[in-house]
């Protein structure tokens, strides 16, 4: 039998839940089953469920439990509960992590006393941004007695906000009483509660063995909304449960003081019930509850706290708010003085731009579709493959591209465009339903309620981004103050994501509200919709000579310096290769491209396309991809040919800007570390060796679950079209799939 029965409820959490999962597998004691559960068995259909596959692949002390959502985090602890074998059981979030050497502490407490029905211990809140706050529970460590006691012996007991993660419960204890997690929010305030009083032997440990990550969005239960009725149901099955336990009556009065101190700190926060009524019909309901529970002889505490237990046992809800409005009205005048500052801070920019204003109080247009790409770069990239599927499914709406002036002459015919900071650009931005653009709009443009944003993306993530690169100051800098780039991230509505890898990045480095749509990279459609005469049709207006073998060199941008100096001696590159090769330049967009390589331009073994509009239309017209650390290696994958790493700088550019995986150790093909190395891996052969197609298949595996050449369609029929996200195709299987050909070529000695 295991010693502890760790249960991980999963869902809504793939960006952390990986983290984890490890801190537990990590742990030094083994003698426990890690209960991950799971809202479906279909890996294919939860990131999460994909996750706990992977480690139950590789680890025996790891199961899936399957418990529907609508559940929620109650019934998964519930359903996890029931299948647990351990002695004792540990509940863990799925976006928490346990701290090195806890289990080990948790035994060595529990065989000391005895084996208790509940062992208490602490847990720190981990800040999303700012990390560890320090221990969250030392006031139940003061005055506790110092081996195993009952509830009636220490007066921190009860304490209805001591998480379900901070404790270890005897599993025949948990069995023999029936306890269960109460549905609905604030579960834990019931459970942590009739955990004590049914106990008979506790005891405590005081040291932090969870850490408890603090979300950017904030505790669902101090959000806004009507759910905040459901701490009034706990509370009056918190109640009725503990008299009809019939404790004695200092501890009665001791869960009833703290419950409604809970309950008062909700009807003392108008953030939490935004509207009157709900404010009105909350109170009310609390003061019937009060009265209907509070324990004889009760005597109400002193100060401003017993002024509210007053007015709640009265029901005047007159009389609450007008307590409440004096002690708010310093609060409201010191925010008044800021909200001034920040109105006259945006007054010049708005008084400037009139017909934004003017187009701002007009209705929002629900057939109006904007798209931008690259700060208006042109028509390319994901919003472009989108922008083409929505004109053939959606023709009710009308799409406008965004471009900068100086590429308006790039844009294709037949697509309706605006250029940035035009008269246009500001009615188009202020009445838009639909926004989609693969980097952020400027601060200035303002998300109107009811309007969806799509943030679609612009590559697989290898080096860190978002709030990931607060330790990496070199990408920090070019990023910008994080706040202003999470205000710009609270936009989003829609987060496009190409395979499960990005998916945990994404929400990890964006900590915002969005959904994550699994549909794959729109613009990596082209690799499958391709035929071999469009292959040759691109391999000609590129002047690529027929028989060539056509190397993509694709270098990205490096953080740790300015302007583009590609990595590798192209000249010399060229001139050690044979014949038959001819090599395609396409520097990083911050960049231009050959100069400096006239030579080799001229010689015939380089083509500079930089400039080409459509990154796709160069992979289609490549055989072999060199790349070092650029994104395009993950979109050039779904190609199936080919791909060489140059990792010359791979230990500069890994401390400089943070990556999230081992590249060379997970390449998608042979890597270089040196010039000489290239030149080996292309006259001996290895880049199209066995070797480097068992990497592809790997690395494949990995990367390009989602892209399937209907990520565009997907989009548009969730987005623009509204279907049921249940009823749209899942991505074609990796083994189904069929890229577009190589172009046909001549053997390479």
């Known amino acids: 039998m295991s010693r502890f029965s760790i249960i991980v409820p999963t869902h809504g959490v793939p960006g952390r839940l990986a983290d984890c999962l490890a801190s537990v597998l990590g742990q030094s004691f083994d003698a426990f089953e890690l209960i991950a559960v799971v809202s479906t068995a279909d890996a294919d259909a939860d990131p999460s469920a994909a996750i706990v596959a992977e480690h139950a692949a590789r680890d025996p002390r790891v199961r899936a439990v399957v418990a529907p959502p609508a559940g ?108 269960s997690f109460a549905p609905g929010m604030f579960t834990d305030v019931v459970w942590s509660v009739l955990v004590a ?73 108008p953030a939490r019930l935004p509207s009157r009524g709900m404010r009105r019909r909350y109170f009310r309901r609390a003061a019937r509850l009060y009265r209907l529970h509070r324990p004889a002889g009760f005597r109400r505490p002193g100060g401003s706290i017993g002024l509210q237990h007053a007015l709640l046992a009265s029901g005047s809800y007159a009389a609450f708010s007008a307590v409440r409005g004096l002690k708010s009205l310093l609060e409201r005048a010191l925010s008044g003085l800021a909200a001034v500052k920040r109105l006259s801070a945006k007054l010049p920019w708005q008084r400037g731009n009139r017909p934004y204003l003017r187009a701002l109080r007009r209705p929002v247009d629900e057939n109006l579709a904007v798209f931008s790409a690259y700060w208006g770069r042109g028509y390319t990239c994901n919003p472009a493959a989108i922008h083409a599927k929505a004109r053939e499914l959606a023709p009710h709406i009308r799409c406008v591209f965004l471009v900068a002036e100086e590429n308006a002459d790039q844009m294709p ?44 993306q612009h590559g697989t993530p290898l080096k860190h981004m978002g709030v990931d690169q607060a330790e990496y100051p070199a990408a920090a800098a070019g990023l910008g103050p994080f706040g202003k780039m999470l205000t710009r991230t609270d936009r989003w509505d829609f987060n496009l994501s190409s395979n499960r890898h990005s998916t945990e990045v994404w929400e990890r480095a964006f900590p915002s509200g969005f959904e994550q749509l699994e549909y794959g990279y729109p613009r990596n459609d082209a690799y499958y919709a391709a035929t071999a005469d469009d292959v040759r049709r691109v391999r000609r207006e ?139 891996i292309f006259r001996g052969g290895d880049w199209r060796g066995e070797r480097s197609r068992r990497l592809r298949a790997q690395f494949r595996e990995r990367f390009c679950a989602f892209d399937d050449g209907h990520a565009a369609e997907r989009v548009v029929r969730r987005v623009l079209l509204g279907e049921d996200p249940a009823a749209i195709r899942p991505p074609v299987p990796l083994a189904d799939r069929v890229p577009a050909p190589a172009a046909a070529r001549q053997p390479v000695h």
């Not at 050497?101 to 981990?126: C, K, N, S």
């Not at 230990?651 to 030149?679: I, K, M, N, W």
């Open 72 to 179: 929620g985090l109650p019934g998964a602890r519930n359903a996890g509960a029931a299948v647990a074998g351990g002695q004792f059981l540990l509940f863990l979030d799925g976006d928490d992590t346990m701290a090195p050497g806890a289990l080990h502490a948790l035994d060595a407490r529990l065989a000391e006393t005895g084996d208790p029905d509940l062992l208490l211990f602490d847990h720190e809140r981990v800040h999303w941004f700012e990390g560890e706050q320090g221990p969250a529970l030392a006031r139940l460590w003061e005055g506790a007695p110092t081996g195993v006691f009952s509830v009636e012996r220490h007066a921190a007991l009860p304490d209805p906000l001591v998480p379900a993660f901070s404790a270890a419960y005897r599993r025949r204890f948990v069995t023999e009483h029936r306890l």
């Open 413 to 456: 015919e037949g697509v309706e465009w605006v250029v940035t900071g035009s008269p246009r650009y500001w009615e188009v931005m202020a009445t838009a339903k639909y926004t989609f653009n693969n980097v952020n709009f400027e601060g200035r443009v303002v998300k109107r309620p009811g309007t969806v944003h799509v943030q679609t």
């Open 542 to 680: 590129l002047g690529v000579p027929e028989g060539k073998v056509a190397l993509l060199y694709a270098p990205t941008h490096r953080d740790y310096r300015q302007g583009f100096t590609p990595q590798l001696d192209l000249g010399a590159f060229c001139d050690a290769l044979d014949e038959g090769f001819v090599v395609l330049l396409r520097a990083h967009h911050f960049y231009e491209g050959s100069a400096g390589l006239e030579q080799a331009v001229a010689s015939g073994k380089l083509i500079d396309v930089t400039g080409h509009r459509s990154p796709e239309e160069v992979s289609l017209a490549s055989d072999a991809l060199i790349t070092d650390y650029s994104s395009i290696m993950f979109d050039y994958a779904n190609l199936d040919r080919p791909v060489v790493v140059y990792a010359d700088d791979w230990d500069v550019y890994r401390d400089s800007r943070g990556v999230y995986f081992d590249l060379p150790g997970q390449a998608p093909g042979p890597v270089a570390r040196t010039h000489d190395e290239l030149v080996r």
């Open 197 to 269: 009083l049914r106990a008979e032997r506790i005891a405590v440990l005081d040291r932090v063995c969870v850490r408890h990550l603090q979300r950017r969005q904030g505790m669902r239960n101090r959000l806004p909304g009507a759910h905040h009725q459901e701490l009034l149901d706990q509370f009056g099955l918190a109640m009725a449960e503990t008299a009809a336990l019939k404790p004695p009556a200092p501890v009665l009065a001791r869960v009833f003081l703290r419950l409604t101190h809970e309950v008062l700190k909700t009807a003392s926060t």
